[in-house]
């Protein structure tokens, strides 16, 4: 069992999923996909940058907590987000450096790639976003990443690194 795992508060008379003051929610995976997929193209790449441009802030807000919680050194941290990942069911993380640009990260099992099913382009804008706040964290400068390989493509994992500028 993860960190993230051992410190959700399951409050089940409330409704509510906790980690200290911030409220998780479960939703299935192909739930959320299905949303994109029922928007005509246009919408749907305008509405998975908003989900991307979301959790970059959202999920930075997460990240920020977790790094301030004891993950104070560059392996601690990304070991706690890749654990956190995991706990939450955003598949397997791992984080490589990628020299100049800051980090560079592979996921296998990304519920994105898996519930959107085959499709012509990448679809996991939630960990791009991620990324992007993982990034800023540690290198303490905002980049642009893209998904350069997406299991919804039929690559074998989804792969992500930064855009060049």
């Not at 409704?15 to 919408?43: C, E, K, W």
């Not at 979301?54 to 654990?83: C, I, N, P």
């Not at 991620?130 to 290198?139: H, Q, R, W």
Request: net charge neutral; charged share 20%; hydrophobic share 45%.
């Amino acid at each position: 069992m993860g960190l993230l795992q051992q410190r959700l508060k399951w409050d089940a008379p409330a409704g509510a999923i906790l980690d200290a003051d911030r409220r998780y929610v479960m939703l299935r995976a192909d739930v959320l996909m299905g949303l994109f997929a029922a928007l005509p193209p246009g919408q749907r790449a305008q509405a998975l940058d908003s989900l991307q441009a979301s959790v970059r802030t959202y999920g930075g807000a997460s990240a920020r907590a977790y790094q301030a919680s004891g993950a104070a050194d560059l392996a601690a941290f990304l070991r706690v987000m890749a654990e956190s990942a995991a706990d939450l069911g955003w598949g397997a993380w791992r984080f490589e450096p990628d020299h100049g640009a800051g980090l560079r990260l592979s996921v296998r099992n990304s519920p994105f790639a898996m519930a959107a099913g085959p499709g012509d382009r990448p679809v996991c804008h939630a960990i791009t976003g991620m990324l992007e706040a993982v990034s800023a964290l540690v290198t303490g400068a905002s980049r642009t990443f893209r998904e350069t390989r997406c299991a919804s493509m039929g690559a074998s994992c989804c792969e992500f690194q930064a855009q060049n500028e």
